[in-house]
């Protein structure tokens, strides 16, 4: 690989051929169209709100595991290398890496899971829309629009999932679901980076804690052999090493398969622009049949031994009920947010019922970092 810039493929994303901004602005000066995204992105509160937000483990467990905002970068880096090799649009990727979890709850899946729950007979909460919901609206700091008023390429791949109830009501972003259509190819190895990451960092996590060991892990044929390659080359390390290396070997794996794949894909659909892609009933981006099948046997490993280990199930527990009383509490007094969220609840409620000041309520959880939602459910009991 050399250092010269590399020249873009016609179907890669481009500003000259993006459906642009739902408000209009003149083009950058001295960035890119996906630059100024990936840029208003770093500088947004939601982004900053990911380093305090739980990946698996909560913040509080210790300070080397994964959180949202490392894994977002993590993400942002296999996007990066695969898109470069690809020849796409590497600030794209890199945007919608860092994007895609901004609508994440508080206390991760669990989280996630119990504000659905919660939202259940005003409409439901799914964290992919919440991030499109924080880049369109939610986030407060330009004057001339709400939001950050991102391309709709960089929205397109942060919606990497969306019922089709909801998706009718998107608009744009929401027509490719209608129609089971793909995303371009940024928004495609956007979705697929995250898997990789998390997958590996989840492998890297559990094993840092103790709670999945690498005998576990040696049930997987793909783990297996890249540990055996490990002890074969460099005998008698440490197993924090081995496991280390291990898991940097199947990244590497996984992302040159992934790159070698799609490029064969994308030679034999032969697209000459994104809107071809976009036509398109299959995705492009893939792995061949034997990486995808140990990339699935890592993650069924991972529900059956991290996700689902009593530990972790615990917190889940904690988690979810924090997040149902901070709801409840919160729904049956707007006062006990801050005025301005507490004026927009009853606002919505004026306008849209209790829907419309759920809808507010569930924002305000949401946005919520772990250790603020503690808190802040500490304060709700305190004064009940
Ligand atoms: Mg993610």
């Known amino acids: 690989m050399t250092e010269a810039r590399y020249e873009l493929a016609l179907y890669a994303a481009t500003a000259s051929s993006s459906r642009g901004r739902r ?14 995204d990936r840029d208003r992105i770093i500088h947004a509160t939601a982004f900053r709100r990911l380093v305090y937000k739980t990946q698996v483990f909560v913040n509080y467990e210790g300070d080397l595991y994964r959180t949202r905002l490392t ?7 296999i996007a990066r290398t695969a898109a470069r090799a690809l020849r796409l649009n590497e600030d794209l990727v890199e945007a919608i890496g860092l994007a895609h979890d901004l609508g994440h709850t508080p206390f991760g899946h669990a989280g996630q899971d119990a504000l659905n729950d919660c939202m259940r007979d005003f409409g439901g909460f799914e964290h992919n829309l919440q991030s499109l919901r924080v880049v369109d609206e939610l986030e407060d700091r330009y004057a001339s629009f709400p939001g950050l008023n991102l391309t709709f390429e960089t929205r397109e791949g942060i919606l990497k999932h969306c019922s089709l109830k909801h998706a009718r009501g998107l608009g744009d972003v929401g027509e490719r679901f209608l129609a089971r259509r793909q995303p371009g190819l940024e928004a495609q190895l956007a979705n697929i980076a995250d898997e990789i990451a998390y997958n590996n960092h989840d492998v890297d996590d559990g094993l840092r804690s ?3 060991t690498l005998e576990q892990l040696s049930s997987l044929p793909f783990f297996a052999e890249h540990l055996r390659s490990v002890d074969r080359e460099f005998p008698g390390q440490k197993p924090q090493r081995r496991g280390s290396e291990t898991v940097r070997r199947m990244i590497g794996e ?35 049949h034997p990486l995808l099948e140990a990339q699935q046997a890592l993650k069924a490993f991972l529900r059956d031994s991290l996700y689902s280990h009593p530990h972790v199930r615990q917190m889940t527990l904690q988690a979810q009920e924090t997040v149902r009383l901070l709801f409840e509490r919160l729904m ?11 004026e927009r609840a009853r606002a919505a409620a004026a306008a849209n019922g ?8 569930a924002d305000y959880v949401a946005g919520m970092t772990d250790r603020f939602a503690l808190q802040t459910r500490d304060a709700l009991r305190a004064k009940a």
């Open 23 to 36: 408000h209009p602005e003149p083009p950058p000066a001295l960035r890119t169209e996906f630059q100024r």
């Open 71 to 77: 894994h977002s970068l993590e993400v942002a880096q």
């Open 210 to 212: 103790g709670l999945i």
């Open 254 to 288: 996984l992302v040159t398969d992934l790159v070698r794949t799609s490029g064969a894909a994308i030679a034999t659909a032969a697209p000459q622009h994104i809107d071809d892609v976009r036509r398109l009933a299959h995705p492009l981006i893939s792995f061949s």
């Open 332 to 342: 049956a007094d707007y006062g006990r947010m801050p005025e301005e969220h507490a």
């Open 354 to 361: 209790a829907a419309g000041a759920a809808r507010v309520v």
